[in-house]
C-alpha cells in the first residue's frame, strides 16, 4: 500500500468512495426510518437521546465530507488528487440535488403541520435527513456512473 | 439544437501509447476524470482541456470540437 504513487492511491480511494456513499445514503435513510417508528421522535427516553445525539454526529460527518474534500488523514498530495475536477463537480451537483430536497421538504412540512403535530425536532429531523441524505445519493452516484465506463 | 463537446483523447492516447492513469498522473487529476472525459460524460475545464492539450502535444482546438 505504501509504495503504490499518489495517483494510485487516489483512484483507489476514490472507487471506495464510489462504492460506499450509495451503500452509506440507504443506510442514513433506513435508519431515520427506525427513528420515526420507534417512540425517539416524540417521547425520547434516555436511551434514545444517545441514539439522536449519534445521529447529530454521523448528521455532521457527513455535511463535512460533503462540504470539503473528505479523507481527512490522507496525505495532502492525495487528498488534493481525490478531490479533482470531476469530483469537485459531482459533489457541488450533490449539494445541489441535496439544497432542493431540503426546501421542498420543507415547503412540504410547512403545509403539513396544518393537519397534523409535529415537533421542532422532528421536523429538522426529515429536512436535515432528507436533504444530507439526497446530497450523499446524488454524489455517491454520479461517482459511481464516472467508473462505470472503465 | 443540443452541441456537445467531442474530443479525440482516446485516438491521441492510444497514438503515443499512454494509459489513462499515464495520463491523468501528466494532468494532475485522477484516472477516473480522465475516463470521464474521453467518454464525453464530462466538459472540463478550459485549464483541463489545455492541461490535456499539452500532455497529448497538441493545440486544444484539434483535441476538443463542437459537435452538433
Given amino acids: 500500500m505504501t509504495d503504490r504513487s499518489a495517483g494510485e492511491r487516489a483512484d483507489f480511494l476514490s472507487r471506495r468512495r464510489a462504492r460506499m456513499l450509495p451503500a452509506l445514503a440507504i443506510i442514513y435513510f433506513s435508519q431515520q426510518a427506525i427513528y420515526f417508528r420507534s417512540t425517539a421522535a416524540t417521547h425520547p427516553r434516555d436511551v434514545d437521546r444517545l441514539w439522536i445525539a449519534a445521529w447529530v454526529v454521523l448528521s455532521l460527518l457527513i455535511l463535512a465530507g460533503l462540504v470539503t474534500k473528505g479523507f481527512w488523514f490522507q496525505p495532502r498530495e492525495v487528498r488534493d488528487l481525490i478531490d479533482d475536477e470531476h469530483t469537485r463537480a459531482s459533489r457541488l451537483e450533490g449539494l445541489r440535488v441535496g439544497f432542493i430536497v431540503a426546501m421542498l421538504t420543507a415547503v412540504l412540512l410547512y403545509f403539513v403541520d396544518q393537519f397534523t403535530v409535529m415537533t421542532a425536532r422532528e421536523a429538522v429531523h426529515i429536512i436535515l435527513s432528507l436533504g444530507l441524505g439526497a446530497a450523499l445519493l446524488r454524489f455517491g452516484l454520479l461517482e459511481r456512473r464516472a467508473l462505470l465506463d472503465d | ?68
Fill in chain 2, 1 to 68: 439544437m443540443t452541441e456537445r463537446l467531442a474530443n479525440r483523447i482516446k485516438e491521441k492516447r492510444a497514438e503515443l501509447g499512454l494509459t489513462q492513469a499515464e495520463l491523468a498522473e501528466r494532468c494532475g487529476v485522477t484516472r477516473k476524470t480522465v475516463n470521464t472525459v474521453e467518454n464525453g460524460i464530462f466538459v472540463p475545464s478550459t485549464l483541463l482541456a489545455l492541461k490535456l492539450a499539452r500532455a497529448l502535444s497538441l493545440p486544444v482546438e484539434e483535441l476538443f470540437s463542437i459537435e452538433n
